[in-house]
């Protein structure tokens, strides 16, 4: 039966647990919060948490592998579900253990979860950024912390039914629960701004990072435009010139060299006829070696920079090619076609630009840390930045690929390092690309989750310092008063040096009432009690004294009597002591009452008692009424013969009284038994009782009024 019960509880939580699950998995997969790049925050553990704190640790860890599925599946990672079921078998402890939820987070993420994220994406996603891990550990860690403030201020949100009463907290303490939700509130909102501006910060960081490598580009392309342009120009004015004046060979020849010298950027120039014949060269070491060679080697009818101009007659680009003849640098040609007034093509004038010459773009961009890549149409390499190590003339092509870290530029990875461009096309059909390292960006990204960690650590111990402040401001008072009202201590009349607030001086002044009144309660108990006890002690007194002493006559009782005298008995006994017991008895007792009344009886009584009592007045005398109208006499020390005559004294007097009665008088007579012990005191009580009794009866039967004495 038991375990029936117990099964059925757990198929509820299990069942419970699935359902927070799936419902942490629904957000997982389509509920993304996109951040930095491709990184983006998930918040379905949002779920696995409420499920922990609400339905307990086993229903928790089915809520987190259905809620971490989506994930592992995505990534074929199963490391995710060892992460998620020991993030919640840690928190189940630390929350046991009365830790706050914020905290038992923070404390996971520094002791396993940025340590097993690190692992993880070292040895598994092999990220060799040490920048971008760090992001990616900051990242984790920060969603970590997000999900659990989320919680933490949804918590009192959450119905109390919703708990399950296997989980039920123990009653936090005040001061710990006011803690909590300062914490909490402060925590989130602080998180989430953080997020918000480090992320608009990063957001700037590639925005900036885009414009710079966009304004290298324009840069690079304009400079190489002008650059090309410059030495057009400088073709176009040789043109000129070389139509102007009708030169000899060696003229023009030196012409040409002059011109070559004033612009270097020319590796190599050349004149050349209508018919592709090279008439001029410059350098002269290099033209000198093609001088004598025969016509057909110098021809450059089937070369484009001679075709197009001559086609076309306009000036020409080429792309890049190796320099034939005069050299075999990589070169790239301009050219102009020499026209005459009437545009009848007479010929080129060429120069082969220098592609060495190139590093001056980059030298003249100042503050320049990028790397450049200049492609001609072909695709082929006319220049790049020495870092890259590419040669000229190699064909390149650019190939992105899926970037990791940002979701705003293009990224391509080149000899195993991955660069962060920006391309744009010349008028001459050449590919200008502008790379960056994508430290820049990470570095950034790495500094801005820095900075909002150092925020939130601040925020933490901020919060930390001025929450438990503030939790002990509106506490402290409180348990002072309880303190001081428990302790009956007297309540102060302000409730504490804390500042205080309305309502707990509301409470205190309701506790110093309520304190006033049960010290005033508790005072009249306790004179109801003294009171009281007086009483009882008196009345104990007068029931002590009632059990002995005889209600009529006032003397002791049979029971007052045998109490004092007991102990001197057998005193006087040891000590051989005289000692005498007598038995004294009202004669025709009954006829006095009929006569005259049980009130008058009475009356005699009292005044025997009375008689007695003045009679034997020693303090070794005892006298009591033993029953009805029967007294008896204890006396010790002197000696027996002064007993009995004390008795018989006393029967005299007894004799010689008057009772009144109904206007006459009573006269009464006792009879005595003694018995006196002198000599042998070897007797029992009872028996010297006894004793005296059958002595009183010898008296009566003698004729009554008398006295019988015996000794031993
Ligand atoms: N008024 C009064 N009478 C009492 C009291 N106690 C006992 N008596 C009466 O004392 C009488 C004793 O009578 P008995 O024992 O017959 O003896 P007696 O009449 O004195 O005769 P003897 O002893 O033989 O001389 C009874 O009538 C009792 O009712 C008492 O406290 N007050």
């Given at each position: 039966m038991?375990?029936?019960?117990?099964?059925?509880i757990?198929?509820?939580?299990l069942?419970?647990?699935?359902?927070?699950?799936?419902?942490?998995?629904?957000?997982?997969?389509?509920?993304?919060?996109?951040?930095?790049?491709?990184?983006?925050?998930?918040?379905?553990?949002?779920?696995?948490?409420?499920?922990?704190?609400?339905r307990?640790?086993y229903?928790?860890?089915?809520?987190?592998?259905?809620?971490?599925?989506?994930?592992?599946?995505?990534?074929?990672?199963?490391?995710?579900?060892?992460?998620?079921?020991?993030?919640i078998?840690?928190?189940n402890t630390?929350?046991r253990?009365?830790?706050?939820?914020?905290?038992?987070?923070?404390?996971?993420?520094?002791?396993?979860?940025?340590?097993?994220?690190?692992?993880?994406?070292?040895y598994?996603?092999?990220v060799?950024?040490v920048?971008f891990?760090?992001?990616?550990?900051?990242?984790?860690?920060?969603?970590?912390?997000?999900?659990?403030s989320?919680?933490?201020?949804?918590k009192?949100?959450i119905?109390?039914?919703?708990?399950?009463?296997?989980?039920?907290?123990e009653?936090?303490?005040?001061?710990?629960?006011?803690?909590?939700?300062?914490?909490n509130?402060?925590s989130?909102?602080a998180?989430?701004?953080?997020?918000?501006l480090?992320?608009?910060a990063?957001?700037?960081?590639?925005?900036?990072?885009?414009?710079?490598?966009?304004?290298?580009?324009?840069?690079?392309?304009?400079?190489?435009?002008?650059?090309?342009?410059?030495?057009?120009?400088?073709?176009?004015?040789?043109?000129?010139?070389?139509?102007?004046?009708?030169?000899t060979d060696?003229?023009?020849?030196?012409?040409?060299?002059?011109?070559?010298?004033?612009y270097?950027g020319?590796?190599t120039?050349?004149i050349?006829?209508?018919?592709?014949?090279?008439?001029?060269?410059s350098?002269?070491?290099?033209?000198?070696n093609i001088k004598?060679?025969?016509?057909?080697?110098?021809?450059?009818?089937?070369r484009?920079?001679?075709?197009?101009?001559?086609?076309?007659?306009?000036?020409?680009v080429?792309?890049?090619?190796?320099?034939?003849?005069?050299?075999?640098?990589?070169?790239?040609?301009i050219?102009?076609?020499?026209?005459?007034e009437?545009?009848?093509?007479?010929g080129?004038v060429?120069?082969?630009?220098?592609?060495?010459?190139?590093?001056?773009?980059?030298?003249?961009?100042?503050?320049?840390?990028?790397?450049i890549?200049?492609?001609?149409?072909?695709?082929?390499?006319?220049?790049?930045?020495?870092?890259l190590?590419?040669?000229?003339?190699?064909h390149?092509?650019?190939v992105?690929?899926?970037?990791?870290?940002t979701n705003?530029m293009?990224?391509?990875?080149?000899?195993?390092?991955?660069?962060?461009?920006?391309?744009?096309?010349?008028?001459?059909?050449?590919?200008?690309?502008?790379?960056a390292?994508?430290?820049i960006?990470i570095?950034?990204?790495?500094?801005?989750?820095?900075?909002?960690?150092?925020?939130?650590?601040?925020?933490?111990?901020?919060?930390?310092?001025?929450?438990?402040?503030?939790?002990?401001?509106?506490?402290?008072p409180?348990e002072?008063?309880?303190?001081?009202?428990?302790?009956?201590?007297p309540?102060?009349?302000?409730a504490?040096?804390?500042q205080?607030s309305?309502e707990?001086?509301?409470?205190?002044?309701?506790?110093?009432?309520?304190?006033?009144?049960?010290?005033?309660?508790?005072?009249?108990?306790?004179?109801?009690?003294?009171?009281?006890?007086a009483?009882?002690?008196?009345m104990?007194?007068?029931?002590k004294k009632?059990?002995?002493?005889?209600?009529?006559?006032?003397?002791?009782?049979?029971?007052?009597?045998?109490?004092?005298?007991?102990?001197?008995f057998?005193?006087?006994?040891?000590?051989?002591?005289?000692?005498?017991?007598?038995?004294?008895?009202?004669?025709?007792?009954?006829?006095v009452n009929?006569?005259?009344g049980?009130?008058v009886?009475?009356?005699?009584?009292?005044?025997?008692a009375k008689?007695?009592?003045?009679?034997?007045?020693?303090?070794?005398?005892?006298?009591a009424r033993?029953?009805?109208?029967?007294?008896?006499?204890?006396?010790?020390?002197g000696?027996?013969d002064?007993?009995?005559?004390?008795?018989?004294?006393?029967?005299?007097?007894i004799?010689?009284?008057?009772?009144?009665?109904?206007?006459?008088f009573?006269?009464?007579?006792?009879?005595?038994?003694?018995?006196s012990?002198e000599?042998?005191?070897?007797?029992?009580?009872?028996?010297?009782?006894?004793?005296?009794?059958?002595?009183?009866?010898?008296?009566?039967?003698?004729?009554?009024?008398?006295?019988?004495?015996?000794s031993?």
């Open positions: 038991k375990q029936a019960v117990s099964k059925t757990s198929e509820k939580a069942l419970l647990g699935g359902v927070y699950g799936i419902l942490g998995l629904i957000t997982n997969l389509w509920f993304i919060i996109p951040l930095y790049g491709n990184l983006s925050l998930h918040l379905g553990e949002v779920f696995v948490i409420s499920c922990l704190i609400t307990g640790l229903p928790a860890i089915l809520a987190s592998i259905i809620t971490t599925a989506g994930l592992v599946y995505e990534t074929g990672n199963y490391v995710f579900f060892i992460s998620a079921i020991l993030e078998i840690i928190l630390l929350l253990k009365g830790v706050l939820l914020l905290l038992a987070d923070a404390v996971f993420w520094v002791m396993l979860g940025i340590p097993i994220t690190y692992l993880t994406i070292k598994i996603y092999d060799t950024s920048d891990m760090q992001v990616i550990l900051l990242k984790q860690a920060v969603n970590g912390v997000l999900i659990v989320i919680v933490a201020l949804l009192p949100f119905p109390l039914r919703w708990f399950s009463a296997a989980v039920e907290p009653v936090p303490k005040l001061s710990d629960r006011v803690f909590e939700l300062s914490l509130s402060i989130l909102p998180l989430i701004i953080s997020l918000f480090s992320d608009s990063a957001d700037n960081t590639e925005k900036q990072m885009e414009n710079v490598l966009k304004t290298r580009t324009e840069y690079y392309i304009s400079y190489l435009t002008n650059y090309v342009d410059y030495h057009l120009k400088s073709l176009r004015s040789l043109e000129a010139v070389v139509l102007e004046d009708d030169f060696d003229e023009r020849d030196v012409l040409l060299n002059k011109w070559n010298k004033i270097s020319f590796i120039m050349l050349a006829n209508q018919s592709g014949l090279i008439i001029s060269g350098p002269a070491e290099f033209y000198n004598s060679a025969p016509e057909e080697k110098r021809r450059i009818v089937d484009d920079y001679f075709k197009v101009p001559k086609a076309e007659l306009r000036g020409y080429s792309e890049v090619f190796r320099g034939r003849g005069f050299g075999d640098d990589p070169i790239v040609a050219s102009v076609p020499i026209l005459d009437n545009k009848k093509f007479l080129i060429e120069g082969s630009l220098n592609i060495p010459k190139f590093e001056n773009i980059e030298e003249s961009m100042p503050d320049s840390d990028g790397h890549i200049i492609k001609d149409q072909n695709k082929n390499i006319i220049y790049s930045s020495p870092e190590d590419l040669n000229a003339l190699d390149f092509e650019i992105d690929i899926t970037p990791t870290f705003r293009p990224i391509f990875e080149l000899k195993g390092e991955q660069y962060l461009y920006h391309a744009d096309t010349t008028d001459y059909g050449w590919r200008v690309v502008a790379l390292e994508p430290s960006l570095g950034s990204y790495g500094h801005n989750f820095l900075r909002l960690t150092i925020i939130l650590l601040f925020i933490a111990v901020l919060s930390l310092a001025v929450t438990r402040r503030f939790s002990k401001q509106i506490t402290k409180l002072n008063l309880v303190r001081n009202f428990a302790a009956h201590r309540i102060q009349d302000s504490s040096n804390i205080t309305l707990i001086e509301s409470v205190r002044e309701q506790l110093k009432e309520a304190q006033y009144l049960t010290l005033e309660y508790q005072e009249s108990l306790k004179r109801e009690v003294e009171i009281k006890t009483e009882l002690m008196k104990n007194d007068q029931l009632m059990s002995i002493e005889d209600d009529l006559t006032k003397i002791f009782n049979r029971r007052g009597f045998e109490k004092s005298v007991y102990e001197i057998k005193l006087s006994c040891r000590n051989k002591t005289p000692i005498t017991f007598a038995i004294l008895d009202v004669d025709h007792f009954k006829a009929d006569t005259w049980h009130t009886g009475d009356d005699c009584l009292v005044m025997i008689e007695l009592k003045e009679h034997f007045q020693r303090e070794t005398d005892f006298v033993y029953g009805g109208e029967e007294f008896v006499v204890f006396l010790s020390g000696n027996i002064k007993h009995c005559r004390m008795l018989e004294e006393f029967r005299k007097k004799a010689g009284q008057k009772v009144p009665a109904n206007g006459n009573v006269k009464l007579t006792i009879s005595i038994g003694v018995y012990l000599n042998d005191f070897n007797i029992g009580y009872h028996h010297l009782v006894s004793k005296a009794d059958e002595l009183l009866y010898q008296s009566k039967n003698n004729g009554r009024n008398r006295i019988t004495c015996d031993q």
